[in-house]
């Protein structure tokens, strides 16, 4: 079984940042991407951003510029960092893990976190 486990949600400032953190356990024998979802109020899950084991990064474009994220597929962990936080960053931001490659550079892996709640206030 795999396990993901997020931290460092919380209740922040607009302008403010926080860290996410996405650690892994369990039976993996690689990790093909890990990423971050988010899905707030009133709206669709969406992807927020996605590492590669080989280094690559991608980003939805409302985060670009504000957001970064970065592993240590060695540890099993990935982290977001969120800069110039805004009310419509408002969400359940939840890790995901890929072990398998895919054509789709954006194709759902199949393990999922428990979700972290990221406030912002006005």
């Known amino acids: 079984q795999v396990q993901l486990v997020e931290s460092g949600g919380g209740l922040v400032q607009s302008g403010g940042s926080l860290r996410l953190s996405c650690t892994a356990s369990?039976?993996?024998?690689?990790?093909?991407?890990m990423a971050w979802y988010r899905h707030a109020a009133g709206k669709q899950r969406e992807l927020v951003a996605v590492?590669?084991?080989?280094?690559?990064?991608k980003y939805a474009d409302s985060v670009w510029g504000r957001f970064t994220i970065s592993r240590d597929f060695a540890k099993k962990t990935v982290d977001l960092q969120m800069n110039s936080l805004n009310p419509e960053d408002t969400a359940v931001y939840f890790c995901?893990?890929?072990?398998?490659?895919?054509?789709?550079?954006?194709?759902?892996?199949?393990?999922w976190g428990q979700g972290t709640q990221v406030t912002v206030s006005s």
């Open positions: 995901n893990l890929r072990d398998h490659p895919m054509t789709d550079f954006f194709a759902v892996g199949r393990y």
């Open positions: 590492i590669t084991a080989g280094g690559t990064s």
């Open positions: 369990g039976s993996i024998s690689i990790i093909n991407a």
